[in-house]
């Protein structure tokens, strides 16, 4: 998987003070209104010109190329976690609105997550460090000579809103525990060499690294979302998986898709947001009810909300679900051999 801020990896790489010569967003005023009204900002006390340069950085990192079109934009901008974006970035500023919210509705799930990491309970120590570790670098605290204080880079300002904020959040913890064990390692290796002897021809092979366990159930959570999202997909309006099927598996443009279904290239775009934000309506409730037992099938129970953020942690990861295979193309007529006259 590509290493980058967003899933909680390499954050140094990429600096979230900087921004493009040319303002993605410059000519957008009436779309950055709308998101900005969407996603609550203004509820947390955070102004429009900060939440417009939360959006441009989400832009600018995924944008890298070139300038998007206006169509383009508009789907990438609609389809982030508007909320939870809104949220990273009234708590970057330091509102304490937002941060009082913050701590009340994710200490508990910060907590449970890592302790599915280190597979502990959420009550040990190990996984209460784990957690609250995590929230000095969101807040931003750097030590200095008269005891800790505020710096501008907070860890929230490397989110983007292209995952959710709870799985972006696991993927932190995930990754700190990965480098704490790789310090330690490190630690221990250095360590040995010092206690050696003074003749190299004396000195042991260093033993191989051993890489972290994967997780077990991987593969289960993986297979698991698969089949929930096949329902899910079943269940839609024939005309809803026509538009999926074009977008998705034909790669089509909002204007061809919409010449083909006859709507307007902003009522494609719409329809193609409400369509995605109910399919993970649909899988997050089908996963956390689980599904009793019929027809000879065993029961599925339900899952945690942490067990729902790893399966879909996963599905980005590991891209499981096929869309060329859930949207096949139709079949061709076979060609006539009869000759031309």
Sequence with gaps: MKQDPENGKDAARDSPLASPTAPILAAHRELIDRLYLESGASSWGLLR??????????????????????????????????????????????????????VHQYRAYLRSAAAAILRCPSTSPAAIDLADSLFADLYGLSSAKDGAQRSSLSLFRYFHG?????????????????DTI????????????????????????????????????????????????????????PRDRERLRLYYAEQ??????????????????????????????????????????????????GLSEEQIALCFQYASEDAPIDLYKLFPRPAQPPKSTRQQP
């Design 49 to 102: 010109g900060r939440f417009e340069s939360a959006l441009e950085r989400s832009s600018a990192k995924h944008f890298t190329s070139s300038a998007p079109a206006s169509h383009k934009l508009e789907e990438y901008l609609g389809a982030l976690h508007l909320k939870d974006l809104a949220l990273a970035s009234a708590c970057a500023e330091g509102l304490s609105q937002a941060w009082d919210h913050f």
């Design 162 to 178: 292209r995952s959710s904020l709870k799985t972006w959040l696991r993927a932190v913890l995930a990754q700190r525990h990965i």
């Design 252 to 301: 089509q443009t909002l204007a061809e898709i919409g010449r083909t279904l006859g709507q307007h290239e902003s009522s494609v775009s719409r329809n193609l947001d409400r369509i995605r934000r109910d399919l993970r309506i649909d899988v997050e409730a089908s996963l956390r009810n689980g599904r009793p037992a019929s027809n000879g099938i065993s029961p599925q129970p």
């Design 182 to 237: 790789r310090a330690n390692r490190r630690f221990t290796e250095l360590d040995d060499d010092d206690r050696a002897p003074e003749h190299a021809s004396q000195i042991h092979p260093v033993a191989p690294r051993v890489e972290p366990v994967p997780d077990p159930h991987r593969a289960h959570y993986l297979a698991l979302l698969s089949a929930v999202f096949n329902r899910a997909l079943a269940a839609l309006d």
